[in-house]
């Protein structure tokens, strides 16, 4: 199994952050986590793309975690050559999401179906809406979802995706919660996005403080990785902005809550985890 973080930004734009994104190579293919800005082009960096992947996840509906799926649901379509349905996976609104999505596309999809022979077939993009257990399966690939609290945000979910006696999470927005908790236990990585409240309350913005009651600061994610045994806590969607050279603040919070291994993330990020015994 290989963790890529394809996006490591926040709803802030970054000239070197994308939008939220994860990708985890498995036994049976690429399964993308969420789709923020310029998913497409790191997924291309790290050598996967529209056609490359086996179902697409969303922890919800934020709009920085789906603002390019209107590009996976076009490139998929545009650049097949025969029908390949798009497998999305998320929360209740996950399929009236899409359905405004295409409704919002049909311009360019009327305008590529009269230009193109070849292409005679609508997007087909296939949502399945999820609150809770086994969500997909397929050879020793496992993705297990549970519910997270980013109220007023509702439903959210994380997943756990298990192969080759593997396991990482992706908690998506949340603050700490028991749904979380038992997702995460005894995982080789959860990747987790943070927030530190020291800085936004030193900027002291109204919209920037408002996103302290709904998401997990560096320390509280610690604290869920320590108590979920994860072996690997990535750090990801920082806000605000990681400042140059102060990375290792970041890590310092982490680790006063946390004894394993510490990553802060960048765009292209690589876990490894080998298969059990290897």
Not at 141 to 146: E, H, L, S
Not at 212 to 226: F, I, K, M, N, R
Not at 230 to 240: D, E, R
């Amino acid at each position: 199994m290989q963790v890529i973080i394809l996006g490591s930004g926040s709803p802030i734009p970054a000239p070197d952050r994308a939008g939220p994104s994860t990708l985890v190579r498995t036994s049976v293919g690429d399964l993308l986590f969420d789709a923020g800005r310029g998913v497409l082009l790191r997924a291309t960096a790290a050598m996967s793309g529209a056609l490359s992947f086996k179902a697409v996840f969303l922890t919800h509906l934020h709009s920085d975690h789906v603002t390019d799926l209107n590009d996976l649901i076009t490139t998929r379509w545009a650049m097949s050559f025969q029908p390949t349905p798009l497998t999305v996976i998320g929360p209740a609104g996950t399929a009236t999401l899409v359905q405004r999505t295409e409704a919002m596309l049909a311009q360019d999809i009327g305008y590529r179906l009269a230009h193109h022979e070849n292409l005679s077939w609508n997007p087909d993009t296939q949502v399945t809406e999820v609150s809770e257990g086994v969500v997909f399966e397929e050879g020793d690939v496992r993705v297990t979802a549970a519910p997270t609290d980013h109220a007023p945000v509702h439903p959210t979910v994380a997943f756990r995706i298990d192969d080759g006696g593997r396991s990482v999470v992706i908690a998506g927005d949340t603050v700490p919660c028991e749904g979380l908790d038992r997702l995460a236990a005894g995982a080789d990585a959860l990747v987790h996005t943070v927030i530190r409240r020291d800085q936004i309350e030193a900027l002291g913005i109204p919209r920037l403080i408002d996103v302290l009651d709904y998401h997990s600061t560096v320390p509280q994610a610690g604290t869920t990785a320590e108590r979920a045994g994860v072996g690997t806590l990535v750090l990801t969607h920082m806000v605000p902005p990681v400042q140059p050279g102060a990375g290792h603040e970041w890590i310092e919070q982490a680790r006063s809550e946390f004894s394993g291994e510490i990553v802060l993330a960048e765009d292209l990020t690589t876990i490894d985890l080998p298969a059990a015994g290897q």
